[in-house]
């Protein structure tokens, strides 16, 4: 069984246009996460949501909207796809927002590439 | 500002030898350390987790060390395999009043290759 999965696991698109990546867990944890791990392989948040509730909004350009529809799901929306946006973006949950008690469990990454 | 600066950047070792990765922290006030290790195309995945009152601790080959008062950790591989070879990434938590993942700086990792 999968903990925390993500779909697309490979996007390639043209600049411009819009793309979504889905992120689903079945641990039953309240809080997810979108982290986004460029070229050099650091990890940096983006995103955070508890129980459905946005959290943690790093500064990220509007283009990029999450939505979560339950505490299962956080799917990552992004409008007018730059190539700067190139990267792999990996979809994380923990038990609570308190990371710093929970454990954060990731997914296996969904790779963008805009052309 | 809270930094995490690993090293070595990368290390090619042979496979059975033993290995030590570096991880020193300016993140306070501190919480917690962990280590996590990524493979090739998947997601990072937990090998320790430390909290301030804990010197070592082991998980299998893999044995981590903090010393919270010089802010340093490190994680010691033994009897290395091929499937050790991956990026270990150094996270240290911060503890902040509001808690949650803001309070997680996280290490540019050390590429770690295990040749046969």
């Known amino acids: 069984d999968t903990a925390v999965s993500q779909t697309p696991k490979y996007l390639v698109t043209q600049m411009g246009n819009d793309k979504s990546i889905k992120c689903e867990q079945n641990l039953g944890h309240d809080t997810m996460y979108w982290y986004k791990q460029d070229s050099k392989k650091f990890l940096k948040i983006m995103f955070s949501?508890?129980?459905?509730?946005?959290?943690i909004n790093e500064t990220v350009p509007n283009r990029f909207s999450p939505k979560s529809p339950d505490k299962a799901h956080l799917n990552l929306h992004i409008n007018s796809l730059e190539l700067g946006d190139s990267a792999v973006y990996f979809c994380?949950?923990?038990?609570?927002?308190?990371?710093?008690?929970?454990?954060?469990?990731f997914g296996e990454g969904s790779r963008l590439t805009v052309l | 500002k809270n930094q995490v600066e690993q090293s070595p950047q990368s290390l090619i070792i042979l496979e059975g030898k033993n290995c030590t990765l570096q991880?020193?922290?300016?993140?306070?006030?501190?919480?917690?350390l962990r280590w996590y290790k990524q493979d090739t195309g998947r997601g990072p995945v937990s090998l320790t987790i430390?909290?301030?009152?804990?010197n070592t601790k082991s998980n299998g080959r893999y044995t981590a060390t903090l010393d919270a008062d010089t802010k340093q950790s490190s994680l010691h591989i033994t009897a290395s395999q091929l499937s050790d070879s991956a990026s270990y990434i150094c996270?240290?938590?911060?503890?902040?009043?509001?808690?949650?993942?803001?309070?997680?700086?996280f290490g540019k990792g050390t590429h770690l290759i295990i040749q046969p």
């Open positions: 994380a949950s923990s038990q609570d927002y308190r990371a710093m008690a929970g454990e954060l469990f």
């Open positions: 949501y508890n129980n459905k509730e946005l959290i």
């Open positions: 430390m909290t301030f009152s804990e």
């Open positions: 996270v240290v938590s911060a503890m902040n009043s509001g808690g949650g993942a803001d309070g997680l700086t």
């Open positions: 991880c020193n922290y300016t993140v306070s006030p501190f919480s917690n």
